[in-house]
């Protein structure tokens, strides 16, 4: 691995950088284009950034792409897992916010796991979605489409749906992409994934009242529900909350995100 | 001779912001960029394929007036020339930028804006990059005065700029471009020159050779004011991703 490099805007991305696997082509991730020059024998083709960040690439997979700042807003991607808030419900569609101030995306009437015309939710305004986005349209203006099925299947999978319950915790779109990482490959591996200790030294402390069940959503959303805690419900939330809050906006390193968490449970009372 | 500091990131609510104060000239700035997101009003009918850029300057004691709106204009255009409005996500939406003066002397109504001027772009340039708006380059603004004698003045306070027989506010490009050229006062073509040459220096260190590359020499680097724009960056790069680089 070389030495991490910062770019920014109209910096080339150096040749020596890019994956050296040549299998199959180089995919660019957000905040890189291609730029083509003219010259006297054919084109060339350079690798600028149009935003600040890390470059970092993925030889396994041939792609190279920018961490760009963790506050930034989330702009809609298709197949992204996010958490939709409904605005309000219209005869084909429920308007869901996605992020403020920007316009409504449309998630169908039916897009949901076995919705018929008959058996269809009936969400209110205010109540949540767990929703992947399905199309972002083309061209200026278009509508963002949500869904809560997986076309393919007509399954919900990974738990798509409406979120009954439990509370919402914003965090930033940067936390929000570690803490999907984290869970993602936390199946053989609970240690340390990209310096985030916060949510298994949870599941450890909490597992005695009943653990707690998360969704992240890529909008920067944290769905957090603890119903199994019976009377302390309620403060196991917050707590849960509270800890990716802070470890999010002080950008805690693990060992006091541990310090955070026995800090916070034994403020709440939650564990002794 | 006292170089500016800036800072980014540091409101929670807004999607980027950065904070830059010039010790030279006593000024303050905090900025903030909210984008993309809808505008209230259509108001993008013009150019229905990029995005529209706003921008507001708010003086720190009183309301915006004539001479805010006239720099909101500069700032407008000289800005819209490096934003990338057709990325994915911005056509048709808005990039609303809020500069906020809060250090430093008011500029009196009917006082040349220009003082200020290379401040609010910085402040805007670093909160457009915190925020991750798709920019095509940086760049970085200066501000100079010529004295009665004909000396060149860097970063004049304002009552060295009030006593100044012109001023002259640069911005140049990541690659050298000339990005915006505003002059106020008495002057000949040769002084706008002599000017021009003193504010690339300084815009870009002493080599002006290079076009804009990464692999710059750390020590002209860190004396020209791009390099101070890249420094701040990398800075906050270096701890926002703190967890990534000390696994490396």
Same mark, same amino acid.
Request: with cysteine; charged share 30%; net charge negative.
């Given at each position: 691995m070389s030495a991490p490099l910062v770019l920014l805007p109209s910096d080339e991305v150096p040749k020596d950088h890019l994956p050296t696997n040549s299998s199959n082509p180089l995919r660019l991730g957000p905040g890189l284009r291609i730029l083509s020059q003219p010259s006297s024998k054919g084109t060339n083709h350079v690798l600028t950034a149009t935003q600040a960040g890390l470059l970092t690439t993925d030889a396994k997979r041939n792609t190279v792409s920018l961490l760009s700042f963790p506050n930034r807003r989330y702009i809609p991607t298709v197949n992204d897992f996010v958490i939709a808030q409904i605005h309000h419900s219209s005869v084909d569609f429920f308007h869901c916010m996605v992020t403020p101030h920007t316009a409504h995306a449309l998630l169908g009437q039916l897009s949901f796991e076995g919705a018929s015309k008959k058996t269809r939710p009936m969400l209110k305004q205010g109540e949540l979605v767990y929703a992947r986005v399905q199309s972002v349209g083309l061209g200026a203006g278009a509508e963002v489409e949500l869904t809560c099925v997986n076309p393919a299947t007509g399954k919900a999978d990974g738990g798509l749906g409406p979120l009954t319950a439990g509370m919402v915790f914003d965090v930033s779109t940067g936390m929000a992409a570690r803490l999907i990482r984290a869970s993602s490959s936390s199946a053989e591996n609970t240690d340390a994934i990209d310096g985030l200790v916060v949510l298994s030294e949870l599941g450890k402390k909490l597992e005695s009242l009943g653990g707690f069940e998360i969704a992240v959503g890529r909008n920067g959303k944290v769905w957090v529900d603890c119903s199994n805690a019976a009377e302390s419900a309620v403060k196991v939330t917050i707590a849960i909350g509270r800890c990716l809050q802070e470890t999010d906006q002080q950008n805690l390193h693990t060992h006091d995100q541990k310090k955070l968490v026995t800090k916070i449970l034994r403020d709440m009372k939650l564990v002794s | 001779m006292v170089g500016p500091i800036a800072s980014l990131s540091q409101l929670n609510r807004a999607d980027g912001s950065a904070s830059y104060k010039c010790p030279a000239t006593g000024y303050s700035i905090l900025g903030a960029v909210n984008a993309p997101i809808e505008?209230?009003?259509?108001? /993008?009918?013009?150019? $229905?394929?990029?995005?529209?850029?706003?921008? @507001? *300057?708010? $003086? =720190?004691?009183?309301?915006?007036? *004539? =001479?805010?709106?006239?720099?909101? !204009?500069?700032?407008?255009?000289?800005? !819209?020339?490096? *934003?990338?409005?057709?990325?994915? =996500? @911005?056509p048709r939406r808005g990039l609303v930028i809020t500069l906020t003066i809060v250090g430093g002397e008011n500029v009196e109504r009917g006082d040349s804006y220009l003082t200020i001027l290379p401040a609010l772009l910085h402040a805007a340039l670093l909160a457009m990059v915190s925020a991750s708006v798709p920019l095509s380059m940086t760049f970085s603004a200066t501000l100079l005065g010529v004295t009665k004698s004909g000396d060149i003045v860097r970063d004049p306070s304002p009552t060295a700029a009030k006593a100044a027989v012109s001023l002259h506010a640069f911005a140049f490009s990541s690659k050298n471009h000339l990005l915006l050229n505003e002059s106020v006062g008495r002057f000949? @073509? /040769?002084?706008?020159?002599? *000017?021009?040459?003193?504010?690339?220096?300084?815009?870009?260190?002493?080599?002006?050779?290079? /076009? =804009?590359d990464v692999t710059m020499g750390e020590g002209t680097a860190s004396a020209s004011l791009n390099g101070f724009i890249r420094e701040t960056v990398e800075d906050q790069i270096y701890s926002d991703y703190a967890y990534k680089l000390d696994s490396i």
């Open positions: - | 505008l209230p009003a259509r108001r /993008d009918a013009l150019k $229905p394929e990029e995005a529209t850029v706003e921008v @507001f *300057v708010k $003086p =720190g004691t009183t309301t915006a007036g *004539v =001479g805010e709106r006239y720099a909101e !204009g500069i700032l407008r255009s000289a800005l !819209g020339k490096i *934003v990338l409005g057709r990325e994915k =996500g @911005f000949e @073509f /040769d002084t706008w020159e002599l *000017v021009r040459e003193r504010a690339l220096s300084i815009c870009q260190g002493a080599t002006t050779s290079t /076009d =804009g």
